[in-house]
C-alpha cells in the first residue's frame, strides 16, 4: 500500500519533471529569426535603395566619387529600384489592386528625377565647418552649430 507521503513525493517529482521537460519548450516560443514575407522583404529593399541612391548623390556633391561612377552606380542603382517596384506591383496585382503599370512609372520617374540632365542634383547646402548636409533655409548646422549664411551654404552646395 502506497503512504500518503510516498504518493506526495512521487506527485512533486512528476510535476519537478513536468516543469524541466516544458521549461525549454517555453524558451522556445521566441524565434531567433523570423522569415519576413516575400512583400516585407521587397518594402525593405526598395527603402535600402532610395537611401543609397540619396547617400550616392551626397558622396557625388561632396566630390567622393567621380562623375562617371556616379552616373553609373545611380543607373543600377535606379534600375534595381525600378525592379522591387514591379516585383512590389505583381504582389500586388495578386490581392487585386489595378492600374499598377501608371503607378511604377510614376515612382520610377521620381526616383530618376534627382538625376538631371546636366548632373546636377536640386540645390543641397552643406554645413562649411562639418560637410553635414542642412536645410537650405537652416539657420544653424544640426551637427556642429555653427552658423549659416543662407548665401554661403548655397554657394558651398553650387561649388561642385
Ligand atoms: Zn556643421
Known sequence: MLSLGTLLLGLALLI??????????????TPAIELPSRREALAQERRA????????DFDYHTGKISA??????????????????RELAELADEHGATDVE???EAQVARLRKVATSDGRAPARAVCPSCSRVVGADDKFCSQCGR???PRQSEAVASAE
Open 147 to 149: 552658423r549659416l549664411q
Open 102 to 104: 501608371a503607378e511604377i
Open 16 to 29: 519537478i519533471v513536468a516543469l524541466v521537460v516544458a521549461l525549454p519548450l517555453f524558451d522556445r516560443k
Open 68 to 85: 562617371e561612377d556616379y552616373k553609373r552606380l545611380r543607373e543600377a542603382r535606379v534600375a534595381r529600384g525600378a525592379q522591387i517596384l
Open 49 to 56: 535603395v532610395i537611401s543609397a541612391i540619396r547617400e550616392l
